[in-house]
């Protein structure tokens, strides 16, 4: 049926228009406030500012360092909201990242790592965050050296274990930010019968289309909301129903897509 299949191809074509736009959306945001801290910096690619952030973090006048941009930041809400998300983009990109290391197909997440840099930069990380963020940061980096160590322990010697680890990931009792983060999804999207099957699978079709609204095209960047909301990281480590993901995870990114839209 001709007729159909245009409306079909035209209701996925809106679909893709709004996901990009949204996704346009929250990059203009991020790149808007990262140039209002970068300013401060005296940088202007806002991947240099990530890097000077991430850089600060072990060395020996890191809270000095962290207080002095605080201050700094502290009449711009989109300066304070850059120096956060500075911070966010190098913790993932240093530790959470699930992109394929070479053509390994192994993921790149570091969650021992992450786990300590958290715990030897606490009193920094508190600079920045609030108490219950830092609480957040620290749950998060426990959930996923558990979920690792898990994964850990069912690979087969000598075999890619794709299939054993996906069984043993959707068997277990894992949380679905574990699941989803190294279980069962690269960094390449959220698409159906690509890398990231497994999250349509485990969120939901309401949770995933709210995370696509609220320009989250990929996990990395969902992990990378976590970081920064209490909320939302609470949410992502409850324990997935069948083939769902909590309620709570649902209305969470709802709200994220919500203030995309009025951002």
């Known amino acids: 049926m001709p007729e159909t299949e245009k409306k079909l191809a035209s ?4 679909s893709k228009a709004v996901d ?21 910096m005296k940088l ?3 991947a240099d500012v990530t890097r000077a952030v991430g850089a600060i973090f072990g060395r020996q006048d890191a809270v000095r360092e962290m207080r002095r941009l605080v201050s700094a930041a502290e009449k ?12 966010a983009d ?10 394929e290391a070479a053509t390994t197909g192994a993921g790149t997440l570091k969650s021992d790592g992450f786990q300590t840099f958290v715990k030897d930069n606490e009193r920094a990380l508190a600079v920045v965050f609030t108490p219950d963020e830092v609480a957040s940061l620290k749950a998060i980096a426990d959930d996923l050296q558990r979920a690792n160590r898990s994964i850990a322990a069912v690979k087969i010697p000598g075999q890619s274990n794709t299939a054993q680890d996906l069984t043993a990931v959707a068997q277990g009792e894992h ?8 279980g069962l999804a690269g960094a390449a999207g959220w698409g159906v019968g690509g890398p990231g099957w497994g999250v349509a699978a485990f969120l939901g079709a309401s949770a995933l289309n709210s995370a696509r609204r609220a320009g989250m095209a990929k996990v990395d960047d969902l992990v990378r909301d976590a ?15 069948k083939g769902t993901a909590p309620r709570t995870l649902t209305r969470r990114l709802l709200s994220h897509a919500r203030s995309t839209w009025a951002d």
């Open 44 to 46: 202007d690619d806002p």
């Open 90 to 99: 190098f913790i993932q990109r240093r530790f959470i990242s699930n992109t």
């Open 20 to 40: 990009e736009l949204a996704a346009a959306r929250r990059q203009a945001l991020d790149e808007q406030q990262a140039g209002v801290i970068g300013k401060l």
């Open 11 to 14: 209701v996925e074509t809106a």
């Open 175 to 182: 949380s679905t930010l574990g699941r989803i983060v190294r």
């Open 76 to 87: 711009s809400p989109d300066a304070k909201a850059g120096l956060r998300k500075a911070i």
């Open 227 to 241: 970081l920064l909301d209490p909320a939302l990281a609470k949410a992502l480590m409850q324990k997935a129903g």
